[in-house]
């Protein structure tokens, strides 16, 4: 990871349990060469950590915001910090 590199922190909203949402996401995530972890909360939200670079980021916060992303999303809570570098690849947990 370089100094470019973010750690978005985010929590989503919405139809987004029981649609697929989370394989999509951790597919989507691995495309944008991301690393970090994905998960279901037990009030129906997901919440997800992603690192990698700023354009990757980007783009997975933009589709996060699609109508591409699975399910429906309706508010996407997020934050962007340093990156940790603590994951090795993307993960569905929990």
Do not use: C
């Not at 037990?42 to 980021?57: F, Q, R």
């Not at 999303?73 to 910090?81: A, I, K």
């Amino acid at each position: 990871m370089t100094d470019e590199t973010l750690r978005l922190t985010a929590r989503i909203t919405g139809v987004v349990q029981g649609v697929g949402f989370r394989y999509w996401t951790a597919r989507k995530a691995d495309e944008l060469g991301l690393k970090g972890t994905v998960r279901n909360s037990t009030d129906g939200s997901v919440e997800l950590v992603a690192e990698g670079e700023i354009e990757g980021i980007s783009r997975f916060t933009d589709w996060l915001h699609s109508s591409r992303a699975p399910g429906r999303v309706e508010n996407v809570d997020f934050q962007t910090s340093q990156a940790t570098e603590e994951f090795d690849d993307f993960r569905i947990i929990g």
